[in-house]
């Protein structure tokens, strides 16, 4: 948790303001295409109440317009037998309105879990250095 918080700490510019950019891994066919996204990023830890697990509350907010939803959520990091894991939960509001929830049940859902696992995979990269 305290490599999560360094990592989190490290995003803060000097407007105060901690930034990140969230990535859509595409499959390869789609040579040159990335898409992805600054978004204005919170943490911050705190305890669960019904276990002992350290928790970090997390939300973000696109910066501009796009196809990034806004999301809340938390990180729970969880050890065992001298290993870590962190896990990511929380929902997300689709962009667009009506026709963000037509996209997100189209596509945008398996987009937001793409998203999700390329931001676990940078957590991962970070605690590891």
Known sequence: MHRLERFFETLRGKDGVSRLRLRVPTD???RGLSIDREVCVEARR???EASLNDLMLITWVPEGTGVFPAFEGILIVRSENGTSSIELDGTY???FGAAGQVFDATIGHRIAESTAHELLKDLKAA???
């Open 46 to 48: 705190t305890r669960g």
């Open 28 to 30: 390869g066919r789609a």
């Open 127 to 129: 605690v590891e250095r």
């Open 93 to 95: 509001t689709p962009p």
